[in-house]
């Protein structure tokens, strides 16, 4: 909105700060903060009228997570109305690139809000079913793969390697869509311990912010030998709205949490980072700044695979955050360790922008 108006005016004055991403991003940070601690007490005190014994708890897992019954989830929805408000105030409205990303943080975001509004009201920890959450993700990114694809090419980019590419044609739709919908359920699977998965998605979020403005500057691109996709620096606006919602959320969500983001936002914060790694064309860079992700999505798969052939664990519990819990390690310990993780990964990621 202030975007479009300060283009009426020509960028004259002191409107001509709004002409830079830059300030915009810093600006889109800061208001989605706001907003986050402004509506976060009296939302939080609504989810719990309405949910009344808020999260089920899972019985099978670590005892020391029964003391937390009683915590309302869909916190997410925090986070998506701070995000969404900040990202209408300062985002450039005719950039498709940012409308994808909402289109996905949205859809995800209500894929989420259903599967938890189940698990609320139906007093099981289970859920939507995974068939219908996958064809419901997979629906969502699809149209925002459509969306990407008109506005960048169906090549898939190479790390470490300046000019190589992988030319996937149509295939890319689903490459896409791949991406996308394994970002968002990877973050998902990471949301079991306060604060664990929102610190390293507000470092995947900041790292991107820069990879997202490098990409979407011709200048940086070639000296960087990484790939120019034209509006991309407006998803480093994008990324800053994310980080700020975030930072509000773990505000409330730091231990012991008063509120869980729940499916709602952790599908939603996936999806988009999934999405924005798409529209700048870093697909394979994210498996590496989102590696604690990867990880616990590996841990999951691992565990199911080897466990229906041989009867037997490679994991105490899985995701792997609960095998470090099952071994004694407290819940700060873990978190704060995985968060050092994501740091390293993220510094890993920025790496491959120069080595080549």
């Given at each position: 909105m202030l975007y479009l108006i300060a283009d009426?005016?020509?960028?004259?004055?002191?409107?001509?700060?709004?002409?830079?991403?830059?300030?915009?991003?810093?600006?889109?940070?800061?208001?989605?903060?706001?907003?986050?601690?402004?509506?976060?007490?009296?939302?939080?005190?609504?989810?719990?009228?309405?949910?009344?014994?808020?999260?089920?708890?899972?019985?099978?897992?670590?005892?020391?997570?029964?003391?937390?019954?009683?915590?309302?989830?869909?916190?997410?929805?925090?986070?998506?109305?701070?995000?969404?408000?900040?990202?209408?105030?300062?985002?450039?409205?005719?950039?498709?690139?940012?409308?994808?990303?909402?289109?996905?943080?949205?859809?995800?975001?209500?894929?989420?809000?259903?599967?938890?509004?189940?698990?609320?009201?139906?007093?099981?920890?289970?859920?939507?079913?995974?068939?219908?959450?996958l064809l419901g993700e997979f629906a969502v990114a699809g149209v925002a793969s459509w969306i990407l694809v008109s506005q960048i090419s169906t090549d898939v980019y190479l790390p470490f390697l300046s000019g190589r590419v992988i030319p996937l044609g149509p295939v890319y739709y689903l490459f896409a869509a791949l991406v996308i919908v394994g970002a968002g359920n990877a973050v998902n699977l990471t949301d079991g311990l306060d604060g664990l998965a929102t610190m390293p998605v507000i470092i995947a979020s900041g790292t991107f912010a820069i990879i997202a403005y490098l990409v979407g500057r011709t200048d940086f691109s070639a000296y960087l030998g990484i790939p120019y996709v034209e509006g991309a620096g407006e998803l480093a606006i994008f990324c800053a709205a994310i980080m700020g919602a975030g930072l509000a959320f773990l505000w409330f969500n730091a231990p012991p949490a008063a509120v869980f983001m729940g499916d709602t936002g952790s599908l939603a914060l996936g999806g988009a980072l999934g999405t924005i790694a798409v529209a700048s064309h870093h697909e394979i860079v994210l498996a590496i700044v989102g590696g604690l992700f990867v990880l616990e999505a590996l841990s999951v798969i691992i565990q199911v695979f080897w466990f229906k052939r041989t009867g037997k664990r490679v994991f105490r519990m899985a995701p792997i955050h609960h095998h470090f819990e099952q071994k004694g390690w407290a819940e700060s310990t873990v978190v704060i360790r995985f968060w050092i993780v994501s740091i390293v990964l993220a510094m890993a990621g920025l790496a491959t922008l120069k080595l080549r």
């Open positions: 009426w005016l020509g960028f004259e004055g002191i409107f001509n700060l709004v002409r830079y991403q830059t300030f915009r991003a810093g600006a889109t940070l800061i208001t989605a903060l706001f907003f986050g601690l402004i509506i976060g007490p009296r939302f939080i005190s609504m989810l719990r009228v309405r949910q009344g014994k808020g999260q089920p708890i899972r019985e099978d897992g670590p005892q020391t997570h029964l003391a937390k019954r009683g915590t309302p989830t869909m916190g997410g929805l925090m986070i998506l109305i701070s995000l969404l408000l900040a990202m209408l105030l300062w985002m450039d409205v005719f950039n498709p690139l940012v409308w994808a990303c909402m289109a996905v943080t949205v859809g995800f975001g209500f894929i989420g809000f259903l599967d938890d509004y189940d698990k609320v009201t139906k007093r099981h920890h289970a859920g939507l079913s995974g068939k219908v959450r």
